[in-house]
């Protein structure tokens, strides 16, 4: 029973990355990004606009959070989100991080989402500034430190297919490892 987390800031290629292993390695795929994305349109708001709600209701990310944590404990899955390698613990097998310069990560986001470099900045920036925050505040996490991670990769200095082989065969090395000690 594997449980990976691939965390990051908005732009890296968690969710790309995240898809790519579950399905090569026929695991589970859950994605807090997109559950937060479901609970803002059932609200018809923005996702901007309910990361601001989110600061004044910590209700919301602790439901995000609990359902993180309740996919790690059913376990075979890949848990896709910012703060995904905390919230499943030591349930966690493998913790990546993925990084990437900011340009690079609002250039992406512009073109996934179709919008201006200036609307992706000043839209990535304020979501991430809030989320920042509310970790602080509810859980104590400062999502800067990097040190409970077994894996960053900067996802700038390869295209999409070479980051995801990088990962494959991490995954691979600690599948064979790991059934070796059994």
Same mark, same amino acid.
């Given at each position: 029973m594997v449980v990976i987390t691939i965390s990051g800031l908005h732009g890296t290629g968690k969710t790309t990355q995240a898809k790519f292993l579950a399905k090569r390695f026929g695991l589970r795929y859950v994605s807090a990004g997109e559950i937060m994305r479901k609970m803002a349109e059932e609200r018809g708001v923005s996702l901007e606009e309910f990361s601001r709600m989110a600061e004044g209701d910590s209700a919301i990310d602790k439901q995000i959070d609990e359902r993180m944590i309740s996919e790690a404990e059913k376990g075979n899955v890949v848990l896709d989100g910012r703060l995904t390698a905390w919230m499943a613990g030591e349930r966690a097998d493998i913790r990546i991080l993925l990084t990437a310069p900011l340009?690079? #990560?609002?250039? #992406? !986001?512009?073109?996934?989402? %179709?919008? +201006?470099?200036? @609307?992706?900045?000043?839209? $990535?920036? $304020?979501? @991430?500034?809030?989320?920042? /925050? #509310?970790?602080?505040? !509810?859980? =104590? !996490?400062?999502?800067?430190?990097? %040190?409970?991670?077994?894996?960053?990769?900067? $996802? %700038?200095?390869?295209?999409?297919? $070479?980051? =995801? /082989?990088?990962?494959?065969?991490?995954?691979?090395?600690?599948?064979? +490892?790991? +059934?070796?000690? /059994?």
């Open positions: 340009n690079i #990560r609002v250039k #992406r !986001i512009a073109e996934r989402e %179709s919008k +201006s470099i200036e @609307e992706a900045l000043k839209d $990535t920036v $304020t979501r @991430e500034e809030s989320e920042k /925050k #509310r970790f602080m505040d !509810i859980y =104590g !996490i400062d999502v800067d430190d990097c %040190s409970m991670f077994d894996v960053v990769v900067n $996802t %700038s200095l390869w295209d999409e297919k $070479t980051v =995801g /082989k990088v990962l494959e065969l991490l995954v691979e090395a600690y599948l064979a +490892s790991s +059934s070796e000690e /059994k």
